[in-house]
């Protein structure tokens, strides 16, 4: 194989970004209808060739929408949800899971980045955005994560996602977009540290690595923990005559329980069988 077709497969990525802007909602509208019409006609490798198109036809006009797709069918379906929800007179739309997006200009944007814990991901190779952007592939040629083992055991995962979000904000960057300001989860607060300039991004993989090192090492007696999607005060009960506490409350619908791994698993029994989820 050859290096230039190696490259070429390498730089394959998951999804496509289509873009569209438009002076008013009407000839959106009109773009919409022609590209749910017109993406029936294209093939796997056209849909790449069809989004580069319509990013070098924006210009900056103030009635905005995107859609992420993986395939040509994938696309058609998704251009028709932004016309129902424009023939609905919706004017925003932000769905993540459905890959339409919706909005208009905002000359007064302000962007925020928000930096994840642990139970973020489940990847330790780079993924797409390896794959698409040379940084990326270099941050993780540079600092190798274990490619076998628990990626949930906080000795890998803590640095597998610091530097998925090293990752994040290379390509982030890349792009030109900057943040005023930034918070971290747990964990994420390490990274927020670094996107703020108290550390370089050695340093802060160094710390993510013994971060998580530390905490295997405390919990290597058998404890466990979990999270479970309800408040506290519906999983409190749940405890009843078992050793395990509340040790976290991630939020309104997110509470954290520790104890001896065995009575976790009790517990998170228990709350499944009252169709809670737990992770």
């Not at 390498?10 to 999804?15: A, N, V």
């Not at 006009?61 to 949800?81: H, I, M």
């Not at 007064?108 to 489940?122: C, T, V």
């Amino acid at each position: 194989v050859g290096r230039v077709t190696r490259q070429l497969v390498r730089s394959r990525q998951d999804t496509e970004l289509l873009l569209l802007d438009a002076e008013t909602t009407a000839e959106l509208r009109g773009k919409a209808t022609h590209l749910a019409a017109f993406v029936q006609k294209l093939s796997f490798a056209e849909l790449g060739d069809l989004a580069a198109t319509l990013q070098s036809d924006l210009d900056g006009r103030p009635v905005r929408a995107a859609v992420v797709a993986a395939t040509p069918e994938q696309a058609e379906k998704r251009f028709t949800k932004l016309l129902t929800l424009l023939d609905g007179g919706a004017r925003s739309a932000l769905d993540i899971d459905g890959g339409v997006f919706l909005g208009g200009a905002t000359p007064q944007a302000r962007i925020g980045f928000l930096f994840p814990g642990q139970g973020a991901g489940r990847r330790a190779d780079g993924g797409a955005l390896r794959r698409r952007f040379a940084a990326v592939d270099e941050l993780y040629r540079a600092h190798p994560l274990p490619a076998e083992g628990d990626l949930a055991d906080t000795a890998v995962a803590q640095p597998r996602i610091v530097t998925s979000s090293l990752a994040a904000l290379r390509v982030l960057s890349d792009l030109g977009i900057e943040a005023v300001g930034a918070a971290g989860h747990s964990l994420g607060e390490v990274t927020a540290l670094h996107w703020a300039g108290a550390m370089d991004e050695a340093s802060v993989l160094r710390i993510a690595a013994e971060r998580g090192r530390l905490m295997a090492q405390a919990s290597a007696g058998g404890g466990g923990m979990a999270g479970i999607s309800a408040p506290a005060d519906d999983v409190e009960p749940l405890l009843a005559g078992e050793p395990v506490v509340i040790a976290g409350y991630n939020g309104p619908r997110q509470t954290v329980i520790s104890g001896p791994a065995d009575a976790v698993q009790r517990v998170c029994a228990a709350a499944s069988a009252r169709g809670l989820g737990t992770a």
